[in-house]
């Protein structure tokens, strides 16, 4: 768009940019700069006009942006251009992916290149690789608290080594995910160490006050989100004097946004991983980017500004990539992280779908759909060309943050059923042999979350341990339930490592000194490779789990209408155990697939004409995952305890 301010703004930085920039080829940065601009400039102006260095900032921005892209390698360069005319390349059904500690799953990044044919062997085609920048031993927050962004954990490997694993990775037509940590640095980190030596320019990198006047301000309106391990959001620094901003951990110190050095300093971060071969990055606590007193300092407009900006910046010099919001928060809010126009993604192109994982969780436990239909109604429909990250389980806690009006209308009472919940998967609840723990206790509020494999929070452990072969096929009948949901829902599913093999807790963390306060390290486990080795030997659970996954990913790789395109309708049925929902084609009516899970240990059925127009007409209705005809008594169709359908109405 052009503008006169804006594009007078845009001259004066590009007669006054160095030489070195200048000389260079930059025929597509240029196009694309002078595209986006407009945006670029009215989103910098909003956050920093103000100040009397906005131009010299403005012109700094720019520099940034044109540096990374004469840095950034060829090929990917040519992947832009590729992906800029195949603009819903992420949409796709054949996009499967995994998330994985490099040094739990394989050790480093070479053996990490070694083990790429388990992948593929699987069907996963996305790996997303957990912090590997460089943090303090003792206090890294699994790898969110970074005190290089330059420099890889040397136990994890080298800079060379990530280099060879993402080249490898595009040969074999897999999709690289990396973290960028935007919110907080550890306190070892370059800038804090020169804030706490008392340069001012970087004590103006975060939040630091002399007294509690302040601090005991912020304090009045935010919650604590660590309440056992790191109370209130303050800590005091003893060498800087001065109390500094620390949401998550005393050792975490948050970033300072409104000064626009810091934007442009993580803007050439995020540009820096683009051009390390990342096809995908993944922003970390992106709802807590802005501050503002008498807030919950979470989810503020100056946040998704801030977001914008970014990814305007980012489609400039490295438009291939895309980002994924962490944003864990109310689906009113998370929503937003998206971006508000009507179609496109202005701020992530990928949100996490922790409703969805926390609603699921909630069917297991109660063994009925109630709140998972309930809350799915609720949830707002997305942009077209956004999708979700659909998990069941990841790296942190489950959260139990589901609306309390839809926890209301399905019967239940908000606070009573969120401690049933929390009953029920640390095996306090009669009946349940769930071996979850709980992490984030708050004693003022009697929140909770939890910590715990996926195999071991079903039910496996304890079947293994007993040796009771029905209790076993059940635990593995739910586990294939919930990725025959993240699967078929819409969005992008994500696996978690070891989830394929039934990887159960992993208690050696009480042993470490540096991680048995974190209940969440139960499930970041080592893999055991010999181990793994049984998902080739069947009558093993691991063979049962594997193989099972493995042929559901390849179905659903074949079956177009699960790209996401807005293309999902919620069918409300009688039967409360049920979950039920379509997957339609926008263009091509015929082509549609019905799922329907049962979360009951009882065998349910369907009334079809519940269903109305997704009931079938003149054919036959065949399961597409495992090939059948499901079972049929007049106008009901039958789902086994703990069953999930992928049907299609096939003629014959």
């Not at 992947?79 to 799953?105: I, P, S, T």
């Not at 051009?275 to 990055?281: H, P, R, T, V, Y």
């Not at 979950?579 to 065998?603: D, M, T």
């Amino acid at each position: 768009m052009y503008e006169q301010l804006s594009h007078s703004l845009l001259n004066d930085i590009l007669n006054r940019i160095k030489p070195e920039i200048s000389e260079q080829d930059l025929r597509h940065f240029y196009t694309r700069l002078g595209a986006n601009f407009y945006a670029i400039h009215s989103l910098f102006e909003k956050l920093y006009g103000e100040r009397d260095d906005f131009e010299l900032q403005a012109q700094h921005l720019v520099e940034t942006m044109a540096q990374q892209y004469i840095r950034r390698p060829e090929k990917l360069r040519q992947l832009d251009l590729e992906r800029e005319k195949d603009y819903n390349w992420f949409l796709h059904q054949k996009w499967v992916g995994m998330a994985l500690y490099c040094q739990g799953f394989a050790g480093n990044l070479k053996d990490l290149q070694e083990r790429l044919h388990y992948f593929q062997e699987l069907g996963v085609n996305l790996i997303h690789v957990m912090p590997i920048m460089q943090c303090p031993e003792g206090s890294s927050d699994g790898g969110y608290a970074i005190s290089d962004f330059r420099e890889i954990n040397p136990e994890v490997g080298t800079l060379e080594d990530l280099n060879q694993l993402a080249e490898e990775m595009s040969q074999r037509d897999i999709l690289l995910v990396l973290d960028v940590v935007v919110n907080h640095t550890s306190n070892k980190h370059y800038w804090a160490t020169q804030a706490r030596a008392g340069n001012p320019v970087y004590q103006d990198y975060y939040y630091t006050f002399e007294n509690r006047n302040v601090p005991d301000m912020f304090e009045q309106s935010m919650p604590e989100i660590f309440p056992e391990t790191s109370p209130g959001n303050f800590t005091w620094d003893e060498e800087m004097g001065r109390w500094v901003m620390t949401v998550f951990n005393d050792f975490q110190w948050d970033l300072n946004y409104s000064n626009p050095a810091v934007f442009i300093e993580m803007l050439n971060i995020i540009l820096f991983w683009a051009n390390q071969g990342a096809d995908i990055l993944r922003l970390d606590a992106v709802a807590f980017l802005w501050k503002k007193i008498g807030s919950t300092c979470q989810n503020e407009r100056e946040a998704h500004l801030i977001l914008q900006l970014l990814k305007d910046c980012c489609q400039v010099t490295a438009p291939g990539v895309v980002f994924i919001a962490e944003a864990i928060v109310a689906p009113v809010e998370m929503i937003k992280y998206f971006g508000e126009d009507a179609v496109i993604a202005k701020e992530c192109e990928i949100a996490y779908n922790a409703t969805f994982m926390a609603l699921m969780w909630d069917a297991v436990a109660t063994k009925n759909a109630r709140l998972l239909n309930q809350g799915i109604k609720s949830l707002p429909v997305k942009l077209e060309r956004a999708t979700w990250l659909n998990y069941i389980r990841c790296h942190d806690d489950i959260g139990l943050g589901f609306d309390d009006r839809d926890i209301i209308a399905c019967d239940y009472q908000p606070l009573r059923h969120r401690k049933f919940l929390v009953d029920y998967f640390t095996g306090q609840f009669d009946d349940s042999h769930a071996r979850g723990l709980p992490f984030g206790q708050n004693e003022k509020t009697g929140d909770a979350r939890i910590s715990g494999a996926l195999a071991s929070l079903v039910g496996l452990e304890h079947a293994l341990e007993i040796g009771n072969d029905q209790a076993i096929n059940d635990s593995v009948k739910i586990i294939l339930l919930l990725h025959g949901m993240i699967m078929s829902f819409g969005g992008l599913p994500l696996l978690y490592y070891g989830d394929a093999l039934g990887t159960l807790n992993d208690d050696s963390y009480r042993e470490d000194p540096h991680k048995q306060g974190d209940s969440r390290w139960v499930h970041r486990p080592s893999i055991d490779w010999e181990k793994a080795a049984l998902r080739n030997t069947p009558g093993t659970v691991e063979y049962a789990i594997f193989s099972e996954l493995k042929k559901m990913i390849a179905v659903r790789k074949e079956i177009s209408v699960f790209a996401d395109f807005n293309n999902r309708e919620l069918l409300e049925v009688d039967n409360p155990h049920l979950f039920v929902f379509g997957r339609y084609h926008l263009s091509k009516q015929a082509e549609r697939v019905l799922v329907v899970a049962n979360f009951s240990n009882q065998p349910q059925h369907l009334d079809l004409s519940d269903i109305g127009p997704w009931a079938p007409q003149y054919g036959q209705l065949v399961d597409l995952y495992r090939g059948e005809t499901p079972d049929r008594f007049k106008n009901s169709l039958v789902i086994p305890a703990f069953s999930f359908y992928w049907l299609s109405e096939i003629h014959r």
